[in-house]
């Protein structure tokens, strides 16, 4: 036996004895999702024995190195470890902001004494945090940010507003974009850490269209930030920043907010009926349908292709604007599929049977997906400019 | 496997790509055109393929060919496709090759060597109609003496006229066959059409035309599976040459809308085309890979292959039709004349689309697949 099988027989066993049949069920609403945090409850005792237990063996983080609280596992080990996964439908004991963007960035640009005191508590879910980028006078415009960090010696004073700070009112700690040189526009902003109980920190939940509020507005008022906490240079902010949207987009891409990419037209032959010759009973929607999922296994593949590339640095620095792009415009007309697919009762907004009108809650999230994480527009004159090396601007 | 060409793919790509850009550039396909060039293609290039292995890239190395795979032959046709040029490269090397290969044999060993020499061009009488229906096949095969006797008309057969032999799938009695027809049977008929490319197919006529009983490839009644063999070769390798009609017609514009200038500007500066020209890009790129992805699973034997052959066909031709479509919109006035080669991307694309089933066949294709 390989290594590897080796390897795979392994985490079998150890799914086996370690991961709870209530985590083996689909994730219906947001109380499903572990997150973590100082203010975290969890929804039953599954949840915080499937966590303690991925914690214990480094499996949260299973990439990152074991001093930081991963388990260190090559990209092929990581790989079976998520297929295995999935094989039992296992749901994931940890989502945070830590781990998809700040821990990379970390990674990348933190100080050894950052990296152990920082990651450690993400690996664990100890800290939730939130993103602090977008500002009500800069959306996908981000170097025109005003939130602004005075120099008082060995501490920030920072004063502005965020504005859709992603769970910012359940996050323990903020990373954020601060202007700390007002002369020069790109190399003027830091990327700074804090504690939302910092004095002078608040929040305010945005009622969306879903009905929802996962966004909020953040106000800083005179926050006092200590020195220690900035990631890679002063005023070289906007590098660390890059780099975290590189990794927001290649999540995003692949698969977070780009949907489950499975076919659509198999589930809904079911509420339509079929007719005779076994079709769809609604031929022009059948059409759509199948033409989308035409997209869909043609996206996957591309999926497939971009993360063999990035990860063997063959890919186009900029080529994961064009998986945003594509993926979250894929997904946008999944969910229109979807409300065709599920006619009146897809309509329905709070009944027990569509949990909670989850298909149109859903479908009107989507609508953010081609404006959080950059625009599609800014996605198409970045694949212009820096791909197609179109002139100018 | 990883998607990405490896080294040596790399390399075949690195001799390839110059070769038909050197000896057979978009000029080459006008000399033909203009010439009015009876054969279709030009027997010279074709022994320059020969002498670099080309023909027989998928040829079992026993039958004398390279033994390569789905994946090296794209990466053939995606230079053809990208340099229009007229060859008989998918049908013969990529198209009969699958079936012969599939059914071995008396066939197989009669016409892969011949094709790996260079020396057999091979015509693929599928097509009966208009639109590709390969599921309703009417050409009839009847016992007659000891062999068949074949009676039917096949359309849109490319190099029919002067191929060497021609793959004829008929009705027999408990299913398909697929016969070995020589070039001088009797009762067969060529006629030859020149196309909106500039290439030219013919109506096949089969008029009582008597085979042996060895003229069968593979087994009476089980000619389906190889068929889904040829379809599947044929089908992928059309994807990948339109991917490079795509990407050739791509190419061109971008380039054009770095150059032209109007209202004192660059027409590339304008936000309108920049972002049009940016989602062509994403589209040739999701293209290429679901191509790439369906050459590999072809190479690997994979159950799935047959799903993604019908994405690959359909995906490659939705973007290579956006392609040339852009190129030529965006191009302007100039786009429109015969000079500027634009529009003979528009017409090749036009050509590969309806071949081996269009868009909307292998739409259709795909929802069946999952059971809609």
Not at chain 1, 175 to 195: E, S
Not at chain 1, 202 to 221: A, H, Q, R, V, Y
Not at chain 2, 227 to 233: E, G, K, T, V, Y
Not at chain 2, 337 to 349: A, N, Q, S
Request: contains cysteine.
């Amino acid at each position: 036996m390989s290594e590897l099988d080796a390897f795979r027989t392994e985490v079998r066993e150890w799914l086996e004895a370690n991961c709870p049949a209530e985590m083996r069920e689909p994730i219906r609403d947001e109380d499903d999702v572990c997150w973590g945090g100082r203010n975290f409850k969890f929804k039953n005792a599954a949840q915080k024995a499937w966590l303690d237990a991925c914690v214990a063996k480094g499996y949260t983080v299973p990439d990152w190195p074991k001093p930081y609280g991963g388990a260190g596992l090559t990209p092929e080990q990581t790989k079976i470890l998520k297929q295995e996964m999935k094989r039992i439908k296992a749901r994931s004991p940890l989502d945070s902001f830590g781990i998809w963007m700040l821990g990379p960035a970390l990674l990348q640009f933190g100080t050894e004494e950052q990296k152990v005191h920082y990651l450690n508590p993400i690996a664990r879910g100890e800290i939730r945090w939130c993103q602090g980028y977008s500002e009500p006078g800069s959306g996908s415009d981000l170097v025109s940010l005003q939130t602004f960090g005075e120099d008082k010696g060995d501490h920030w004073v920072v004063n502005g507003s965020k504005i859709w700070t992603s769970y910012a009112d359940k996050a323990d700690w903020i990373f954020c974009l601060v202007r700390t040189d007002k002369t020069n526009k790109y190399q003027g902003i830091t990327f700074m850490l804090f504690d939302m109980e910092s004095k002078g920190v608040t929040t305010k939940p945005i009622l969306l269209i879903s009905g929802n509020s996962p966004f909020c507005e953040t106000f800083f008022d005179d926050v006092e930030v200590p020195k220690t906490q900035y990631v890679g240079e002063i005023n070289r902010g906007w590098d660390v920043a890059k780099y975290l949207l590189g990794h927001e987009r290649e999540m995003i891409s692949g698969g977070g907010a780009g949907g489950d990419m499975l076919s659509i037209g198999g589930a809904f032959a079911k509420a339509f009926g079929k007719n005779e010759a076994g079709e769809l009973d609604d031929p022009i929607l059948r059409a759509e349908m199948a033409a989308f999922d035409v997209d869909v296994f043609a996206y996957r593949a591309m999926g497939e292709r971009f993360m063999d590339m990035w990860k063997t640095g063959r890919a186009h620095p900029a080529s994961s604007n064009m998986m945003k792009y594509v993926g979250t415009e894929l997904n946008k007309r999944r969910h229109e599929l979807v409300m065709s697919g599920g006619g009146s009762e897809a309509l329905e907004w709070d009944s027990e049977e569509t949990k909670g009108g989850a298909r149109a809650r859903g479908w009107l999230r989507t609508k953010a997906n081609s404006i959080e994480g950059g625009t599609s527009e800014v996605m198409l004159n970045v694949i212009a400019k820096r791909i197609l090396d179109l002139p100018g601007a | 496997m990883p998607l990405y060409h490896n080294d040596d793919q790399a390399m075949l790509k690195d001799s390839v790509a110059p070769f038909v850009a050197e000896q057979a550039p978009v000029s080459h396909l006008r000399k033909l055109r203009d010439s009015a060039d009876a054969t279709g293609f030009s027997r010279d290039l074709w022994a320059q393929f020969t002498e670099m292995g080309l023909p027989g890239m998928l040829v079992p190395e026993a039958h004398g060919g390279l033994g390569m795979g789905h994946m090296e032959a794209g990466i053939v046709l995606e230079e053809i496709g990208r340099n229009l040029t007229p060859s008989p490269f998918l049908a013969t090397s990529v198209g009969a090759v699958a079936a012969l290969a599939k059914a071995g044999g008396t066939q197989a060993g009669r016409w892969l060597p011949a094709i790996a020499g260079g020396e057999a061009i091979i015509a693929l009488a599928i097509d009966e109609g208009a639109k590709h229906r390969p599921e309703r096949i009417a050409t009839t095969a009847t016992r007659s003496g000891n062999g068949f006797r074949l009676d039917g008309k096949k359309s849109f057969v490319l190099h029919g006229h002067v191929a060497d032999m021609s793959i004829v799938a008929a009705k027999t009695d408990g299913g398909i066959t697929l016969f070995a027809v020589p070039k001088d049977a009797k009762g067969l008929t060529a006629d030859p059409r020149r196309l909106v490319d500039s290439s030219l197919a013919s109506h096949v006529t089969l008029d009582g035309v008597e085979v042996d009983a060895d003229a069968v490839i593979g087994e009476v009644d089980a000619g389906g599976e190889i068929l889904d063999a040829l379809l599947a070769a044929t089908r992928t390798g059309a994807a990948a040459e339109m991917v490079g009609v795509g990407q050739g017609a791509m190419d061109m514009t971008v380039n054009y809308l770095k150059e032209r200038k109007q209202f004192g500007k660059l027409i590339g500066e304008f936000q309108g085309l920049q972002h049009r020209a940016a989602h062509l890009y994403g589209e040739m790129e999701v293209a290429r890979a679901t191509v790439m992805k369906a050459q590999q699973l072809l190479d690997e034997g994979s159950e799935g292959a047959k799903l993604m052959v019908s994405v690959a066909k359909a995906k490659a031709g939705r973007a290579a039709n956006l392609a040339v479509r852009e190129g030529v919109q965006m191009h302007g006035g100039i786009g429109m004349t015969d000079e500027y080669d634009i529009g003979l991307y528009m017409k090749r694309d036009r050509a590969l689309a309806e071949y081996m089933g269009d868009v909307h066949y292998h739409i259709d294709q795909v929802a069946r697949m999952n059971g809609y």
